[in-house]
C-alpha cells in the first residue's frame, strides 16, 4: 500500500494539533481568571473582606459570606472525609468484587451523576422539614457532605487501586498486617490523588449554590459566597460587588489548593 | 545436619492448575540452597510458601506438610505475621518502598513495637553493614531509597529482611537484573550471612548455584527432580534431565 502522507509530515501534524487544542484550552482559562480578577481585584480592599453586607450587598463587604462558606464547606469536607476515604478503602482492600462492592459503586455512580438541586431538595426535606434543623450551616452541611461523597469515594479508590502490589507485597512479607500495611504502605502512596478528589470537592461546595440555597437560605447575613454572588446579579444590585465576590473566590480556591498540596508535601508523602 | 524446614508431600494449585507435585525436601540449618529450574517450574511458588506470601492469591490452594523447626506452618494456630518475621524473603526485583533508605530498613521493626529510635539506629546500621551497603549509604540514610542504583536498591531489600532478624531468608532470583559487580557483593554477604541463618537462593542461572551453594535441588514441571550436595549435582547428576539443563541441553 502506498503512503500518502510522510510519516515525519504526519509526526508534524499531529504535534500542531495537540499544541493548538492544549493552547487553546489553556488561554481560555487564564483569559476567564484574569478577566475575573480584573475585574473584581479593584473592588477587594480591607473593609470588603471584614464588614457585613448593607443595602442588600450593594453597600458594605461580604464578610458574614466569607464566614458562611468557610464553615459550611468545612463542615461538609469534615463529614464525608472519613465515610468517602474509609467505603473507598473498604471497596479497594477489604473486599473482592461481589453484589455489595458493585451495589456501592452502581450508586456512587449514579449518585455523582444527579443534579445538585435534588440533593438540595432532598436536604431540605430531611433535615429542615423532618429533622426541624431549619436554615442552618448545619443543614447546608450535611446536605453538601451527602453530595460531595461519590466524588470522594471514587477518586478515593482510583488512588488507592493505583498504588503498586509490589508495596502491599512488600509490607506483608515484612510481617505488616492488613492494617499496618494499609497505613503505612498503602495510604502514604494514595494521599495525593485522596487529596486530589477531596479538593475538587471543596471546590464544588464553596460554588455551589441551588443545594445551599434550599437549605442554608438566602438571607443576606446567612448566604454564601456563590449565593450573595448570584443575588447580586440576578437582581442586579451591584456588578461591581459581584465580581469582587467572585475574585475572592477563585483567590480562596486557589489557596486551599496551594495549602493542602504543601501540607502533603511536608507531613506525608515526604520521599515518594 | 540438623533440618530447619521439611516439606512432606506438597502439592500446590493455582485453581485447577498444579504448579508443585508431591514434593519432599529436607533443608538443612545453617546452609545455603539452591533451588533451580527453568522457568514456570514452581521454584518461585516454592519459595513463596515456605513463609505463605502464596495466601495473598486468592486462587492458591496447597496440601501437606511445610515444618519449621517441626512445627507446620500451614496449621491454623500459627501467626502468619510472625512466621513471614522469621521467614524473610528478597524479591526478583527490587522492591524499595517510596521512602527514605533508613525507613525502608526500619519498617520491619517499626510494625512490631514501639521502640527507642536509638535503638532502631542501631538495628538499621548492623542489617546495613551485614548486606555490605553501609560504607556506600552512611552519609546519606535520609534521601529517597528510589535513588539507589539497581545493586544497590537490591542490597537494601536483603538489608530490609536482615533488620527482620529472621532466621530463614529467601532469595528468589536476587541478581537476575544486576551487573556482574552487585552479583558479587551480594553472593559474597550470603557466604558471610549463611553462619546465622539458613538460606534459599533461587539461583539466576546455573553458575550462581555452582559458586555460592551447599546444597542443590533442581525442579522441572512442579516435581523435584534431584537433590544432593553442590559437588554431586554438577559433577555426577543422577538423573539424565538434570544433566541435560545443567550442560545447557535445554532450558
Known amino acids: ?272 | 545436619m540438623q533440618n530447619k524446614i521439611e516439606i512432606k508431600n506438597l502439592n500446590f494449585f493455582y485453581n485447577e492448575k498444579q504448579v508443585i507435585r508431591n514434593f519432599n525436601l529436607n533443608i538443612p540449618a545453617n546452609k545455603i540452597l539452591s533451588v533451580f529450574g527453568p522457568a514456570g517450574s514452581g521454584v518461585t511458588t516454592l519459595l513463596r510458601s515456605l513463609n505463605r506470601l502464596c495466601d495473598l492469591s486468592p486462587e492458591a490452594r496447597s496440601e501437606g506438610e511445610i515444618l519449621l523447626d517441626g512445627k507446620d506452618i500451614r496449621s491454623p494456630d500459627i501467626n502468619v505475621t510472625e512466621l513471614r518475621r522469621r521467614v524473610g524473603i528478597v524479591f526478583d526485583v527490587p522492591t524499595p518502598l517510596p521512602m527514605s533508605i533508613f525507613d525502608n530498613i526500619a519498617y520491619g521493626p517499626r510494625l512490631k513495637r514501639k521502640k527507642k529510635d536509638g535503638k532502631i539506629s542501631e538495628t538499621v546500621e548492623l542489617a546495613l553493614r551485614q548486606a555490605a551497603l553501609w560504607d556506600e549509604v552512611k552519609d546519606r540514610l535520609t534521601v529517597p531509597a528510589m535513588s539507589l542504583s539497581g545493586g544497590q536498591q537490591q542490597r537494601l531489600c536483603v538489608a530490609r529482611v536482615l533488620a527482620l532478624k529472621p532466621e530463614v531468608i529467601l532469595l528468589d532470583r536476587p541478581c537476575s537484573g544486576l551487573d556482574p559487580i552487585s552479583t558479587a557483593k551480594i553472593e559474597d554477604s550470603l557466604t558471610e550471612l549463611k553462619k546465622q541463618f539458613t538460606i534459599i537462593i533461587s539461583p539466576h542461572n546455573t553458575q550462581q548455584a555452582g559458586r555460592i551453594s551447599d546444597r542443590v535441588a533442581f525442579m522441572l514441571m512442579g516435581e523435584l527432580i534431584e537433590e544432593s550436595t553442590n559437588v554431586e549435582v554438577f559433577k555426577n547428576p543422577k538423573d539424565q534431565r538434570t544433566s541435560d539443563y545443567i550442560t545447557g541441553r535445554f532450558g
Not at chain 1, 499496618?180 to 485522596?194: C, D, E, L
Open chain 1, 1 to 272: 500500500m502506498k503512503r500518502r502522507i510522510k510519516p515525519q509530515t504526519a509526526e508534524k501534524i499531529a504535534k500542531g494539533a495537540i499544541w493548538t487544542i492544549a493552547l487553546m484550552v489553556i488561554g481560555i482559562l487564564i483569559a476567564i481568571i484574569v478577566y475575573i480578577l480584573y475585574k473584581g481585584l479593584p473592588v477587594i480592599n480591607w473593609s470588603f473582606l471584614t464588614e457585613a453586607p448593607r443595602r442588600m450587598g450593594k453597600e458594605g463587604g461580604i464578610s458574614s459570606s466569607i464566614i458562611i462558606t468557610l464553615s459550611v464547606t468545612a463542615l461538609a469536607v469534615l463529614i464525608a472525609m472519613p465515610f468517602g476515604i474509609g467505603t473507598a478503602f473498604y471497596l479497594a482492600e477489604y473486599t473482592r468484587d461481589n453484589i455489595i462492592t458493585r451495589i456501592i459503586r452502581f450508586s456512587a455512580e449514579s449518585l455523582a451523576g444527579i443534579p445538585s438541586i435534588v440533593y438540595g431538595l432532598f436536604g431540605y426535606i430531611f433535615f429542615l422539614e423532618i429533622l426541624g434543623l431549619g436554615w442552618s450551616v448545619l443543614s447546608g452541611g450535611l446536605t453538601l457532605a451527602i453530595m460531595i461523597l461519590p466524588t470522594i469515594i471514587r477518586t478515593s479508590e482510583e488512588a488507592i487501586l493505583a498504588v503498586s502490589k509490589t508495596y502491599r507485597e512488600v509490607s506483608f512479607s515484612l510481617g505488616g498486617t492488613k492494617w499496618q500495611t494499609i497505613r503505612k504502605a498503602v495510604f502514604p502512596s494514595a494521599v495525593r490523588g485522596i487529596t486530589n478528589g477531596i479538593i475538587l470537592s471543596v471546590g464544588r461546595s464553596v460554588a455551589e449554590t441551588a443545594a445551599v440555597i434550599l437549605t442554608v437560605g438566602s438571607d443576606l447575613k446567612m448566604r454564601t459566597m456563590a449565593i450573595h454572588f448570584y443575588q447580586l446579579v440576578m437582581e442586579g444590585i451591584s456588578m461591581e460587588n459581584a465580581y469582587g465576590t467572585a475574585a475572592i473566590l477563585i483567590i480562596l480556591i486557589f489557596f486551599i489548593n496551594v495549602v493542602a498540596n504543601m501540607l502533603i508535601d511536608r507531613f506525608i508523602a515526604k520521599g515518594r
